[in-house]
């Protein structure tokens, strides 16, 4: 989310949250702090608010959530080892959610690890392994095969991302089926939020259900 016009459009359409992204090594979507601890605090009741943060260790993602105030933090990156239990104990009302880049079958161990310690997953189509670390909003789609191995070996919510738009969500949710999806550059034309696009996306998933076995 990038205004209070594209929150209040998201949650006519349904949303159960909104994402603000923080500074990203690259790719669409980042907005000054100032401005997402703005639009945060203008998120209605029964919507949460998340963060996206590229930051890795847990003094950064702290001091970056106290500030902004979110419920929820999306870490995008590989986080440091110990980040989770330190914001844990730092931060003990907000909620973890750690991204998997899906970049092939080794997905599935890092989702296990990363399970022991977040409060859901988020499976995603970046590369923190390039040379420029792409860490969301590829536009890309990933090998659903591992996402749906990962929805099952996992006891904990998986929301699914990457590449998601009004054509192929309703494919993803049968053969992932995941807790929730979430979509951003599927749903927007030249950077903007596309309320064509959003009603086709939210009908799409209404169709489906985004959540079972």
Known sequence: MQSLEEIGLAVRYGADAVGFVSAMPSGPGPIPEALIARLARAVPPGVTPFLLTSARDAATIADQVRRLGPQVVQIVDRPEAGCHAALRAALPAVRIVQ???????????????????????????????????????????????????????????????????????????????????????????????????LARFVAAVAGRGAAGS
């Open 99 to 197: 991204v998997i880049h899906v970049t092939g079958s080794d997905a599935l161990h890092a989702a296990l690890a990363a399970a022991e310690h977040a409060d859901a997953l988020l499976l995603d189509s970046g590369n923190p392994s390039a040379a420029v670390r792409e860490l969301g909003g590829t536009g890309r789609t990933h090998d659903w095969s591992v996402s749906r191995s990962i929805r099952d070996g996992v006891g904990l919510p998986v929301w699914l991302a990457g590449g998601l738009t009004p054509g192929n969500v309703a494919a993803a949710i049968e053969a992932v089926r995941p807790f929730g999806v979430d979509v951003c550059s599927g749903v927007r034309t030249g950077g903007r939020l596309d309320e064509a696009k």
